[in-house]
């Protein structure tokens, strides 16, 4: 299910973000990525996707099918999203009522970055969108 959540979030971000052809620095280049024995891609019609594992986290990058950066994206810790989200959560989102699943941060060729969040209420989940400014958005359509 985290695999699914991750796919559609990935899509959906990638489809409303501008492609810009030149990558942070801080992106591992395509070329890189597929000289390394360490990476696990997969390919669709829409993008390329490098699974690696970095300094002991594992790191999704995104390249559209010319080698062109898209986003990378990985798991983070709750605690490191900015200080008004955290504020919106713990009001509208509280422990135990919910419980968190999964979050990932996502960042795209423009270096825009978004948290996303997976949280399950009595067995139904909900997904936010978290903004860098902090701002909580709830993304409908998702199960």
């Known amino acids: 299910m985290k695999k699914l959540f991750f796919a559609a979030l990935v899509t959906l971000f ?5 492609f810009a052809a030149d990558s942070p620095e801080n992106v591992r280049s395509f070329k890189e990525l597929h000289s390394s024995n360490n990476v696990y891609w997969k390919y669709t019609e829409n993008f390329q996707k490098a699974s690696v594992a970095l300094n002991g986290q594992n790191t999704e990058y995104f390249y559209s099918p010319d080698g062109d950066f898209l986003a990378s994206s990985k798991s983070f810790d709750f605690d490191k999203l900015p200080k008004a989200a955290l504020k919106t959560i713990a009001s509208n ?7 968190l699943l999964e979050c990932i941060v996502i960042e795209n060729a423009d270096q825009e970055i978004n948290y996303y969040l997976s949280m ?8 936010l969108e978290i903004s860098e400014a902090g701002t909580v958005t709830t993304i409908t359509g998702l199960k």
């Open 93 to 99: 989102y509280a422990y135990p009522t919910y419980s």
């Open 14 to 18: 990638i489809s409303t973000s501008s």
């Open 120 to 127: 399950e209420k009595a067995g139904k989940k909900t997904f």
